[in-house]
């Protein structure tokens, strides 16, 4: 069991859908992430919230948009995806230096 | 920047050793992690050393961290079919406050013959 917990497991949504995905963490820890992973590859980091701010954006299209309404839950919040950003999305926290905890992902299909 | 490098694959026979191996290029104080995928998963972590350690070990995992190649490997003792799976070497500098990025490698897929 993991103490990172994703919502939903799976998601389907076509270009023109509005959907959301939520990631919930009760550690205390003070960063929050959000990465994308393709198969056989590694994650690829999306955004970090460090203090339930948003501290980095690495270039992500406008069509996702993160939000932190408190230290223990992350969102993010889809619009118009294409094909090409169905992947595994993964939420992650952390303390400082220590290491990522990681939720199991939602599997999202984009069609 | 960080760079991490892994083989991408290794194929071990059920009961013997398997040894992953990593390099990264950060000459800083380090945290180097190792953290396993399932298929349909998130990343596990399993383990963690800091760049002035030489060597940890838990149960059947022992990591050995060489400095001076900035080489780390992770040995699995009596590999079993369950640890059939990719495993990421990640390496982060040891800053203090707010958050941290580590940088992965690609990930070795380990496959563990019956």
């Known amino acids: 069991d993991t103490e990172v917990t994703q919502t939903p497991k799976h998601l389907v949504m076509g270009m023109t859908n509005k959907k959301s995905l939520k990631c919930e963490q009760h550690m205390g820890h003070r960063a929050m992430y959000w990465y994308k992973q393709k198969a056989k590859k590694p994650p690829e980091l999306m955004f970090v919230?460090?203090?339930?701010?948003?501290?980095i954006n690495e270039s992500v299209p406008s069509r996702f948009s993160p939000e932190c309404p408190n230290s223990s839950l992350l969102n993010l919040h889809l619009h118009a995806l294409q094909p090409e950003d169905s992947a595994l999305y993964l939420c992650?926290?952390?303390?400082?230096?220590?290491?990522?905890?990681f939720g199991n992902g939602t599997r999202l299909t984009v069609t | 920047g960080e760079d991490v490098e892994q083989s991408l694959f290794l194929s071990v026979r059920e009961g013997d050793s398997s040894v992953i191996n990593c390099t990264y290029t950060d000459s800083s104080s380090t945290y180097l992690y190792w953290y396993k995928q399932e298929p349909g998963a998130g990343l596990q972590l399993l383990t963690y050393i800091f760049s002035n350690m030489d060597m940890k070990q838990d149960q059947r995992l022992t990591v050995l961290l060489n400095k001076k190649d900035k080489h780390l490997s992770l040995r699995i003792a009596d590999t079993q079919t369950g640890d059939s799976a990719i495993y990421f070497c990640a390496e982060s500098p040891a800053a203090s406050g707010g958050s941290y990025i580590p940088t992965f490698g690609r990930g070795t897929s380990l496959i563990v013959h019956p």
């Open positions: 992650a926290s952390g303390q400082e230096a220590r290491a990522l905890h």
């Open positions: 919230y460090s203090y339930e701010k948003l501290s």
